[in-house]
């Protein structure tokens, strides 16, 4: 159809309006609390946790100088390198491991190492809550039907800091595998051809062209759950509840604590908590970009 | 000295002038208006109370608490009955909210957007930041305006003591427990114990030592750290305050706290001269492996609430007795803290007629039958004296003597400044920094005095960053 | 290095030897253990009686398995009521963010307007922003509205997202830009543009990502938990930690509650699988 027909040029307003309510949605509940967090962080708090008067980088301060404070960190970057080594380094050698596996096994194997995506943070820690309940979970019985004791999983310091990495590993791992599995599914088959004709084993192949190959999703990959490992929450809440004493606090249970948790409502701790996050973020994300250009 | 909380009005009407009937109706009529004008008034209620209440209609309130297990079964069952008997006028919504840690978040949180419940149920610790929230009626008041409601000297004057500033009763306590030491009957015979000597710490300290020399591989006493309870428990049998001024119950509150007085410090020090010479039993905080290592007869003497009777009934130990806090200070002016809960009544953004309804509750709550029921079924200590005099009451003591044991140590408690415990809302950040520099101490490691001093110094601090915070 | 002699050197090569295959079946065996063994617990425990988890005996045999624990869990948390609950976050939660991320989308890519850059810049630049940074002030907010313990309470700071955005610009932008010309040259209005036009011809895209966003909103734990206090305003995730809490001595019941709370997400990642990993195809890039 042509001729009288009037047509429906965009207008100057047509673009704005339609990104308008996404636009509107995001500043105030992505934008905004950036910056009422930066407010509240340099106000103390009264006794239900709204500002009151101004302490400067009082709290920021604290972060630094509060021993309990900078064992948390501590503690969430332990979380965060470990789960993420864990779950990367499985994930690549499965789907490494699966490339020249026979093909009606590998679509079972597959869809069984993607299980762990189907789980939330909070059923993958309630699976290891059952698993790992001090003499009524499921580890401790066979221990004791084996006539062993096991370790106090969740009771001890230590092990209650690896529980949660490792549940967070698994969880995390289904993620993982499943963006390495699409990679390797989508490596281009030239130079491995010819690398099996000039008489290449699987594993220089692997080392030599498909790891390089893979370096930016290996590095997505990394970067993703780096992040997650920051952000470790609904494990905690669920596995330890912080303890046994603080020793599990992350970064955000501890933001979670100060502002909910019972006690005196510090929300201008909690805030100078949540802006840390944010820099840390924005530090991982900003190592991804710098590493993904340099090729 | 700090005398009981305030009475409430005379009600008989004897003391009316009748020639000044006229005289008086007016004015009463001219307060209703007053009154009906101000529906969400948030100060003291007025002697109007009862009669708002009489003339609305059907009304529901709301109750938050942190009870689970057993005593939250009791507790449900009692507010069941409660909403059973007034069909036809008030409703109670009593909600589980999760620990006590979590109820109080939430109060917190609903005191920001006016939400709060009619009733809150809370533990001891919160005392202080309910007051300073000023977010509730003072029970004193709601008695007051409320003749013919629950008569508050039936309560236990121990219980009313912990709850009372400057004689007026803030929260009527509702679950109530005290510090007790279980002794095992069998080993403290063999050792040649008499266990009328235990009323002292230094009785205690003695047979504690000669336990552990009698009977070797048995230790004399287990103290379990948890919460840093003990610490206060220890102050006030010492007889002495553990902040002030005056346990932070006069002026605008407690502004320092104090673990360095003479007699609290020698009871402190002879708890960790046992732990020293390996004969108080190391457990931590972990007051359920107390309660197994007293139960397996691996201690003699254990240092718990009257909650752990039902752990210990259930575990079927039938070979002890529970005994009195031993005290370490002057017997008329020391004595235990009460533990528990209480109930506070909520002011702001509540009607009159909520209130009057919230206050009927808590009567019902407080009144002997009820706190029989719920003494028997959850293990608490009942606060209402009259419940003494009730036959099922003598005839279920006569069969457990561990609760008579509890109830009458309630009885006798002195009600001083000590006994009535440190009033502050940092107390819970108090107990969690006073444990962390005390617990290694206390088990008898490392220089006593010098972990004293830095709690006290530590502790003050966080009274000095709550008063600020509160904005005083 | 000599070249091989192609055709039978190479076939010799490239068939796997025996050593290679058991030491990948090894590695892929413990992997499956590794991953499949918390997965099997799940299910096996929430179907055996509390006896039998007691005695260590975790191998199905047909004639134990029980129904119990599921009983159990659902009386001891409202979890049918928080069913309700998380279905409805997820739908508004979704809809709304494949709905505007599609308006902001096609925004983006087709009319030219003034900015256009900037706000693309705006919008991706919210996913460097952690949720828990946010909470705070939308905590705030959200009371302050009075909407505190309410069900739209959950999704209302959830409504948009970048991701979606992310991925239905770059599939709009490879279509074809003559389609939406035409389109537009009919007189049709840009709505209509979009929903009878463009979105049909991106369907994988737009099915991948309500997906991720259904994903996310189902997840959820932080928020619910902050804004949320009565059990049946709760999401099953939240109400499935407190069946952990509450049920810690007896796991059959946990595994039980947490199998019930999987059951979606399980069947979408057996059925879904391949929109789910073209999403993450093109979050890789």
Redesign the interface.
């Given at each position: 159809m042509t001729g009288n027909v009037p047509s429906v040029r965009p207008g100057r307003w047509t673009g704005p309006a339609l990104a308008a309510p996404a636009v509107l949605l995001l500043l105030v509940f992505a934008y905004w609390p950036v910056l009422r967090s930066a407010w509240l962080s340099v106000h103390g708090s009264d006794l239900l946790g709204r500002p009151t008067r101004f302490v400067g980088l009082g709290n920021i301060a604290q972060l630094v100088l509060d021993g309990a404070l900078r064992s948390v960190l501590l503690t969430t970057v332990v979380m965060a390198v470990t789960s993420t080594a864990l779950a990367t380094t499985a994930a690549v050698l499965a789907a490494l491991l699966l490339r020249r596996a026979a093909q009606r096994a590998r679509g079972v194997v597959a869809l069984i190492l993607s299980l762990p995506f189907a789980y939330s943070a909070a059923a993958a820690s309630a699976t290891f809550a059952g698993l790992l309940a001090p003499s009524s979970g499921v580890a401790d019985r066979l221990l004791a039907a084996a006539g062993l004791t096991g370790p106090g999983w969740l009771t001890e310091p230590a092990w209650a800091v690896a529980a949660v990495a490792v549940t967070t590993a698994w969880y995390e791992f289904g993620f993982a595998f499943l963006v390495m599995l699409a990679a390797v599914g989508q490596l281009d088959p030239a130079p491995l051809e010819a690398a099996a004709l000039d008489g290449a084993g699987e594993w220089r192949t692997n080392a030599a062209i498909i790891l390089p190959a893979l370096r930016s999703s290996i590095l997505f990959v990394v970067v993703t759950q780096t992040i997650s490992g920051l952000q470790i929450f609904t494990q905690v809440a669920v596995l330890t509840g912080g303890g046994p004493g603080s020793s599990t606090h992350t970064l955000v249970y501890e933001l979670y604590q100060r502002a909910f948790g019972g006690g005196l409502p510090q929300y201008g701790l909690a805030s100078a908590l949540g802006l840390l996050l944010l820099v840390l973020v924005g530090v991982v994300s900003a190592a991804q970009l710098r590493l993904g250009r340099e090729r | 000295m700090s005398a009981p909380a305030s009475t409430p009005a005379p009600t008989s009407s004897h003391r009316r002038p009748h020639r000044h009937r006229s005289l008086l109706a007016a004015l009463t009529i001219g307060a209703t208006a007053l009154t009906g004008a101000c529906a969400t008034s948030s100060g003291a209620p007025s002697a109007a109370s009862t009669r708002a209440l009489a003339s609305a209609g059907p009304v529901t309130i709301t109750l938050w608490h942190g009870l689970g297990g057993a005593a939250g079964e009791a507790f449900t069952k009692v507010v069941q009955d409660y909403n059973d008997t007034n069909t036809d006028q008030i409703t109670v919504n009593a909600?589980y909210?999760g620990?006590?840690?979590?109820a109080?978040?939430?109060y917190?949180?609903?005191?920001?957007?006016g939400?709060t419940p009619d009733v809150m149920l809370t533990n001891d610790i919160t005392t202080g930041?309910m007051h300073?929230?000023g977010q509730s009626v003072p029970a004193g008041d709601l008695a007051a305006a409320n003749p013919g409601s629950l008569d508050l000297d039936q309560l236990q004057p121990a219980a009313r003591n912990y709850y009372t500033v400057e004689d007026q009763l803030l929260a009527v306590p509702f679950n109530t427990s005290m510090p007790l030491l279980y002794v095992n009957t069998d080993l403290l015979s063999r050792a040649g114990v008499d266990t009328s000597t235990l009323t002292t710490m230094s009785g205690m300290d003695a047979a504690a030592r000669r336990v552990a020399q009698a009977l070797p591989g048995t230790k004399g006493v287990v103290q379990p750290s948890a919460g840093g309870w003990w610490f206060e428990q220890m102050t006030a049998a010492a007889g002495e305050a553990y902040c002030s001024p005056d346990n932070g119950r006069t002026g605008d509150g407690a502004s320092s706290v104090s673990l360095t007085g003479t007699t609290q410090q020698q009871a402190f020090a002879t708890m960790a001269g046992l732990g020293r010479d390996g004969v108080a039993l190391q457990v931590g905080d972990d007051a359920d492996a107390a309660l197994n290592a007293f139960v397996s007869g691996q201690v003699a003497m254990m240092f718990n609430s009257s909650g752990a009777i039902g752990g210990l009934t259930k575990a079927g130990m039938q070979n002890y007795t529970a005994l009195p806090l031993p005290l370490s200070g002057p017997e008329d002016s020391s004595g235990p803290l009460i533990g528990g809960g209480a109930l506070w009544v909520s002011g702001e953004n509540h009607s009159e007629v909520q209130q009057a309804a919230s206050w009927n509750l808590i009567s019902y709550l407080s009144s002997a039958p009820v706190q029989e029921q719920f003494a028997q079924a959850s293990g608490y200590v009942p606060v209402n004296t009259q419940v003494a005099s009730s036959s099922t009451r003598q005839a279920y003591l006569a069969s457990n003597p561990a609760a008579a044991a509890a109830a009458s140590e309630l009885a006798e408690a002195p009600v001083t400044t000590a006994t009535a415990g440190c009033l502050t809302?940092?107390l819970?950040?108090i107990r969690k920094t006073v444990l962390a520099d005390l617990s290694q101490a206390l088990a008898g490691q490392g220089d006593l005095a010098a972990a004293l001093a830095q709690a006290e110094q530590d502790a003050t601090q966080d009274v000095v960053d709550?008063r600020?915070?509160?904005?005083k | 290095m000599v070249r091989a002699s192609t055709t039978s050197t190479s076939r010799a090569l490239l068939r796997p030897r025996p050593l290679d295959s058991a030491l990948r079946w090894t590695g892929l065996a413990t992997l499956v253990l590794v991953v499949a063994g918390p997965v099997y617990l799940t299910v096996a425990t929430a179907l055996l009686s509390p006896a039998d988890v007691a005695a260590g005996r975790l191998l199905p045999d047909p004639r134990h398995l029980t129904l119990a624990n599921i009983r159990d869990a659902l009386a001891s948390i409202p979890l049918g009521r928080q069913y309700l609950t998380s279905v409805a976050v997820t739908a508004l939660q979704a809809t709304a963010q494949v709905v505007l991320g599609a308006m902001a989308a096609y925004a983006l890519v087709f009319p030219a307007w003034r900015g256009r850059g900037l706000v693309f810049a705006l919008l991706i630049g919210t996913l460097a922003i952690p949720g828990e940074t946010t909470v705070l002030s939308n905590y705030e907010l959200v009371t302050g509205l009075g909407l505190r313990d309410t069900v739209i309470a959950v999704a209302l700071p959830f409504l948009a997202a970048a991701y979606p955005v992310f991925l239905l610009r770059q599939a709009f932008a490879d279509l074809p830009r003559e389609v939406w010309e035409a389109a537009t040259l009919d007189g049709a209005g840009h709505l209509r543009t979009l929903t009878s036009v463009i979105l049909p011809m991106a369907r994988p895209q737009v099915i991948t990502a309500a997906l991720w966003s259904a994903l996310a909103a189902w997840n959820g734990y932080f928020w619910p938990l902050l804004i949320t206090d009565s059990p049946q305003n709760r999401t099953v995730q939240v109400g499935l930690s407190q069946l952990v809490a509450s049920e810690s001595a007896t796991p059959g019941v946990v595994y039980a509650g947490t199998l019930l709370v999987l059951a979606p997400t399980l069947l979408l990642v057996l059925l879904g699988q391949r929109f789910l990993v073209n999403g993450l195809a093109s979050r890789a890039s």
């Open positions: - | 909600i909210q620990s006590y840690e979590d109080l978040a939430k917190a949180a609903a005191a920001r957007d939400s930041y300073d929230l809302g940092a819970p950040t709550y600020a915070q509160a904005g | -």
